[in-house]
């Protein structure tokens, strides 16, 4: 525990740079050592170390998902012990809560504690039904196991931080600082999918040992279900509720899916983007774990694996405010780099960001591009509404501008489920096959990366292609081991191989320059447009197909 002060007694000097207050004048010449971590996480903090209590609950008579290992019914789970570290440096079971935010901060944050099992009074029906709760039943019954497990805890261990919106110092407040609840399986939060709610509950805050257990948001709790699933198969949800906690209120929103779509699923990577887990590069910068590379100018960059490294690149969109492209490049070397894209595709992702709040726009650039697609409906097959119907999506050829297997992709009703729809189900034409089947497009495709084995380059005239006009066009260089050298032209764009302009409308507002020793091949039906003065210089071979009447 850090030692008591009374603030009311001493003004403080915030001594910049220094992470540390100094007493003024007319107190004492002691100097506090208190950590103080501005900016860096909204309602907790994203640095240091949080001392929490981890909750797992079963309800009396829960006989759902028999087949459990993870969590025997009428047991405690099997990672009662391994889900939180009970000290800063032990080593960190994989999937566990604590290994989550450990790695993905480069051990920046650390939440430790103490696990406890409980099995409620009554079963989840009285509670719903008999009492009235419906779904909100989650808030009393966490309140019931903190009760009848304060024989057996001390909560005043566990304040140990004053958490202020973006400012967190590590003192106590009276408030208990971190409780995670998760159920073996309830109906809300919905069992099946994992699913949470960033709250311990709602109502009238708990007291015990003279501190505070807050309920409403941000309060001292998150509450999910699923536990019957394990850690891995909760830690998406998990690491999502804690993520608001993180970020705030309010979701991050896939491009173009509009606000129907942000609660939906994301077809990005991330703490609070649902299903891939590794944390991305605007989060982590964000919450103060890594420090982004800015490409202003030309240049050559290596990077090596994100998820061990944190290393990443960040690319401003010329002309476009608060627009970037960010690279990552993901070697699948940590389990959490799991989900980055179907089937374990390896190589540079790259997404662009819009907006720099807590809850950015994401759209992944993914390399084998972007379609036409076309739809058919069915019925939504596991829906009991009639009326229920749902897009079936085929692709078709390739399209500079159409939308890629993880876009949201307008369909034929335009008023109909917000004009357009994440792929959910695809046609198949395969010999044989049932008419559709599921596949989850925002999982990607397996080939999302930039690699040697698939595409290469980033520019202009590819598809996909870096768009509005912003002149940027990334090659990829060499790989050794893990590491992916990359150059970027950010100035002007200068042909890295022969190349050909596809038909179509190209614009440029920088000098694309085709060096000695490389030819450029314009087709029949591409128009270029070069803009503020801009222009094609040749220094190699230009073959231009172009019919001029
Ligand atoms: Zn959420």
Redesign the pocket.
Known sequence: MIKKFFIAVLLFFIIVNSFSFKSSHHSTNKEIKQHRYSNKGLHITSKGTIKALAVFIQFLNDSTHPESSEWPINRSPVFLNTYLDSAENQFSAPWSFSDYFKKMSFDSLRIIGKSYFYITRYNEKYYRDTLRLGNSEYGEVNKEALKSLDSLIDFSLYDNWTFKSNSHIDTSDGKVDLIIFLYRNSKYPPGEAAQGI?VAGYGKDLILDKKIIKFGFPGSGITNSGGWQGMKGTLRSMK??FG?LLFGAG?PAYFNAGSKGQ?LFLGIWGIMPIPGFCANAYEKERLGWIKLTDVKKNGSFNLPDFAATGTALRIPVKGRRNEVYILENHQQISIYDSEIDRDGGKGLMIYKVIGSGNHPVYHVQAADGKFDWINYWTHHPWSADSLDSLPVYTRLSSNKNGYSIRDWIPHNKPNYLNGKFQIFLMDDDGPGGKPFYVYEGWKGDGKAAFNFDGTEIFAPWTNPGTDYNSNLSIVLREQKNTSIKVECFVEEITLTENTVFPPGELEFSNNVVIPEGTTLTISEKTLLNFKNGSSLIVKGKLVDNRKFE
Do not use: D, P
């Open positions: 960033a999502h509720e608001h979701h609660i």
